[in-house]
């Protein structure tokens, strides 16, 4: 299995600010996966990231709110621009193993004043 | 489209009862892959078990064992002898050919009290 670490752990911004939160798998990934976890809800998908393409964003998540970088293929950057309360949410990456199953990072649990 | 149904929002038990997870899925795909998480409150989200769709054994791990119907699109999560420890949030999620990354259910929340 891949270990997966995301840096922060855990902020809380103001409104208007923007965050970006890292991802680093401890192996070399094709596929890098950005989800949403807002509070007592489910994990939401906002954009499958691929090392040499841009990014694919999921209907209702725009490039302009959640840019993603992907440089290499251990490593992923999303960017909370602009925030507002409504963006406070557990972000968390995940990388698809051999056998498709997912595993995540620990997240990062994100507080907008 | 895919979508998965975890009707069960909150369960629960008193230690050392058996409890049973319920999740059914939609996809058009005929080559799918379902898988279980748990997520205690430490946020954590933990891996249990992957299912393809060609393969229906049924699958027993220790407490864990899990029924997959394709006749009803289940793919349900019982745990045996319920534990504290077991007190989670439990996801149900599902990708295809068409969707490599995982949708999930909404979630069951299990409490076991001691």
């Known amino acids: 299995s891949a270990v997966i670490s995301q840096k922060p752990s855990r902020d809380i911004c103001q409104r208007g600010t923007s965050l970006t939160i890292q991802c680093q798998v401890d192996s070399q990934v094709t596929m890098m996966f950005w989800y949403r976890q807002q509070p007592g809800q489910s994990l939401t998908l906002i954009a499958t990231?691929?090392?040499?393409?841009?990014?694919?964003?999921e209907s209702g998540f725009v490039i302009d709110k959640f840019p993603i970088s992907r440089p290499n293929l251990t490593f992923s950057t999303l960017t909370v621009s602009n925030m507002s309360p409504e963006d406070s949410s557990i972000y968390l990456c995940s990388v698809e193993a051999k056998q498709r199953e997912g595993y995540f990072g620990p997240g990062t649990r994100l507080t907008v004043l | 489209a895919q979508k998965v149904t975890q009707a069960q929002t909150e369960i629960s038990v008193v230690e050392k009862e058996d409890v049973t997870l319920d999740c059914v899925y939609e996809t058009r795909d005929t080559t799918y892959y379902l898988f279980w998480y748990k997520q205690p409150p430490s946020g954590e989200l933990v891996f249990l078990i992957r299912?393809?769709?060609?393969?229906?054994q049924n699958e027993i791990s220790g407490r864990y064992s899990w029924n997959f119907q394709k006749s009803t699109s289940s793919f349900n999560f019982t745990i045996t002898a319920s534990q504290v420890v077991d007190s989670a949030v439990y996801f149900c999620a599902l990708s295809d050919t068409g969707r490599r990354a995982l949708t999930f259910g909404s979630g069951t929340r299990l409490q076991v009290q001691p």
């Open positions: 299912r393809n769709s060609f393969d229906e």
């Open positions: 990231a691929n090392q040499g393409s841009e990014a694919t964003y």
